[in-house]
């Protein structure tokens, strides 16, 4: 029965293409299809000019022209499908990294959730009070 009931509930919905070219384009010229076909994070460079991903990924990144520190400098990350890290800044590959041991298979890391501002908690905080007193 599932080999005869499939067919015939696949026919009703075959539409025969209105337009016949192929779907896919090519790619330009300088075009880095392992940046483009990776999993992508941002992350701040730290004091001791590193990045950390998930409490278990850190990759150091080596100094910049003139021996330049890239600390608090706002980077993009990627993962690529071999496992392994590139770190960018701007358009410049700044660093590479090996796959991680721990990793084990590819998958993208948890946002982590930034707590309120101080400034608007302490709104909230004189709103309640104020309603308090009244």
Same mark, same amino acid.
Request: charged share 25%; hydrophobic share 35%.
């Given at each position: 029965?599932?080999?005869?009931?499939?067919?015939?509930?696949?026919?009703?919905?075959?539409?025969?293409?209105?337009?016949?070219?192929?779907?896919?384009?090519? @790619?330009?010229? #300088? *075009?880095? !299809?392992?940046?483009?076909?990776?999993?992508?994070?941002? &992350?701040?460079? +730290?004091?001791?000019?590193?990045?950390?991903?998930?409490?278990?990924?850190?990759?150091?990144?080596?100094?910049?022209?003139?021996?330049?520190?890239?600390?608090?400098?706002?980077?993009?990350?990627?993962?690529?499908?071999?496992?392994?890290?590139? @770190?960018?800044? #701007? *358009?410049? !590959?700044?660093?590479?990294?090996?796959?991680?041991?721990? &990793?084990?298979? +590819?998958?993208?890391?948890?946002?982590?959730?930034?707590?309120?501002?101080?400034?608007?908690?302490?709104?909230?905080?004189?709103?309640?009070?104020?309603?308090?007193?009244?």
């Amino acid at each position: 029965m599932i080999e005869r009931f499939l067919p015939e509930h696949n026919t009703r919905f075959a539409l025969t293409p209105t337009d016949a070219t192929s779907a896919w384009r090519c @790619v330009r010229r #300088g *075009t880095d !299809l392992e940046r483009v076909c990776s999993f992508y994070y941002e &992350a701040t460079v +730290l004091k001791d000019n590193t990045v950390r991903l998930g409490g278990s990924v850190v990759i150091d990144i080596p100094p910049g022209p003139r021996k330049r520190s890239y600390a608090g400098v706002r980077v993009e990350v990627r993962q690529l499908l071999d496992g392994s890290w590139r @770190v960018y800044a #701007g *358009t410049n !590959l700044i660093a590479t990294a090996a796959p991680s041991a721990t &990793a084990g298979e +590819l998958r993208a890391f948890k946002g982590r959730r930034r707590p309120p501002s101080a400034a608007s908690a302490s709104k909230g905080l004189s709103r309640t009070r104020k309603a308090l007193s009244a």
